[in-house]
């Protein structure tokens, strides 16, 4: 293990990789980084997954293999059997962290993310086609589909909650994932055996409130990481409630919040920042190949730097109040172009396969 991911990871913050492909999984490059103590997770989104199967080669042969399926269902074996493998890769890990890590997410149809009971159906079924233990259902966090985190949850199913931006929304899923562990309760099932992240995502609100500062302001590039820090103050409250405590006392694991979208848009910032200071306990980091590459070679680790910077966070979101900028509009406009993406970027992988099917 480098010496930056063993502080990092000594911290409490789990490094996962957010990358997953065939050519991974055949060249043992993932393999390697497991081995290596580097990541402890994978998560993988349409946009990956777009990016893996129309852009190699080592997909053509199954997808020409599978003329009695639906391009769906072609995309579904290819993107389950990718996820699969992984899965084992981890498996080691999942047992020596007890569930924690050794995880690996797949997302449900993006174009579902409006819809609850087809979240429900889909995370459901993906759950029991990959079969493995430290699988994550990958559940977008629009007002649709926190019930359909609920309910997942409720059934035993682990879920990765991701597309979080704003403050207000990452509330309503802790009281989600509450809420769906209370029914697993209900029904008897085990709660230690469920385990939750909640993704926030971090570059693109700089990105986008950015736009609205002056090129000179300070304020640029303080408002994901402000908006991060004080998600993790209501994370860190919210395990002190009475009603986390009670579900606690019943063996239910913390929903860890996960920082996600954590590669540098803007190539004037230090490409480490959203890792070096983002640390903080009981957190994930998931980084694309470059993100991690850089903070393995350039980052600078100084410790916690979140729990002691609870203030100085709320006076950046003031001040980005005060200079006339609506951070909430902008995260409602975050999740839905969120949504949006993805969406895309599923139609383009359905492209690319139904050219390679020659259909």
């Known amino acids: 293990m480098s010496n930056i991911a063993q502080q990092i990871q000594a911290a409490g913050v789990s490094i996962w990789l957010d990358?997953?492909?065939?050519?991974?999984?055949?060249?043992?490059?993932?393999?390697?980084?497991?081995?290596?103590?580097?990541?402890?997770?994978?998560?993988?989104?349409?946009?990956?997954?777009?990016?893996?199967?129309?852009?190699?080669?080592?997909?053509?042969?199954?997808?020409?293999?599978?003329?009695d399926k639906s391009i769906d269902q072609i995309i579904s074996t290819l993107t389950c059997d990718d996820v699969s493998k992984a899965c084992d890769l981890f498996s080691n890990l999942y047992r020596e962290s007890k569930g924690q890590d050794g995880r690996v997410s797949i997302e449900v149809d993006p174009r579902f993310a409006r819809d609850t009971k087809a979240t429900i159906d889909q995370g459901a079924l993906l759950w029991q086609e990959i079969n493995k233990p430290?699988?994550?259902?990958?559940?977008?966090?629009?007002?649709?589909?926190?019930?359909?985190?609920?309910?997942?949850?409720?059934?035993?199913?682990?879920?990765?909650?991701?597309?979080?931006?704003?403050?207000?929304?990452?509330?309503e899923v802790l009281d989600a994932y509450a809420a769906g562990l209370k029914i697993a309760a209900n029904a008897a099932l085990d709660l230690s055996k469920i385990f939750s992240v909640a993704s926030f995502f971090i570059s693109r609100i700089d990105t986008e409130v950015d736009k609205s500062l002056p090129n000179d302001s300070p304020l640029r590039g303080t408002a994901a990481i402000a908006n991060a820090i004080l998600a993790y103050q209501y994370f860190a409250e919210f395990t002190l409630?009475?009603?986390?405590?009670?579900?606690?006392g019943n063996g239910a694991n913390l929903q860890r919040p996960l920082w996600?979208?954590?590669?540098?848009?803007?190539?004037?910032?230090?490409p480490t920042r959203?890792?070096?200071?983002?640390?903080?306990?009981?957190?994930?980091?998931t980084m694309p190949e470059a993100t991690l590459n850089e903070v393995l070679q350039n980052g600078v680790f100084v410790g916690d730097t979140i729990s002691s910077n609870y203030q100085n966070a709320k006076a950046v979101m003031a001040k980005?109040?005060?200079?006339?900028?609506?951070?909430?509009?902008?995260?409602?406009?975050?999740?839905?172009?969120?949504?949006?993406k993805f969406e895309a970027a599923w139609f383009e992988l359905i492209d690319s396969v139904r050219i390679i099917a020659g259909r």
Not at 138 to 164: D, Q, Y
Not at 260 to 270: E, F, I, L, M, N
């Open 260 to 270: 996600a979208s954590t590669g540098v848009k803007d190539p004037a910032y230090d």
């Open 274 to 285: 959203y890792v070096m200071q983002l640390i903080a306990s009981n957190c994930v980091n």
């Open 134 to 171: 430290n699988l994550l259902i990958k559940v977008p966090a629009t007002k649709e589909g926190l019930p359909a985190i609920s309910a997942l949850i409720g059934m035993g199913i682990s879920v990765n909650v991701t597309l979080i931006f704003s403050l207000t929304r990452y509330r």
């Open 320 to 340: 980005i109040a005060l200079s006339g900028i609506d951070l909430e509009k902008i995260t409602n406009f975050l999740e839905i172009d969120g949504v949006s």
């Open 19 to 67: 990358d997953l492909s065939r050519e991974r999984l055949i060249n043992g490059s993932l393999k390697d980084l497991i081995e290596n103590e580097v990541i402890r997770g994978v998560t993988t989104n349409p946009s990956i997954f777009n990016n893996a199967i129309s852009k190699s080669d080592l997909y053509v042969n199954s997808i020409k293999s599978m003329s």
């Open 241 to 248: 409630t009475s009603q986390w405590k009670s579900l606690q």
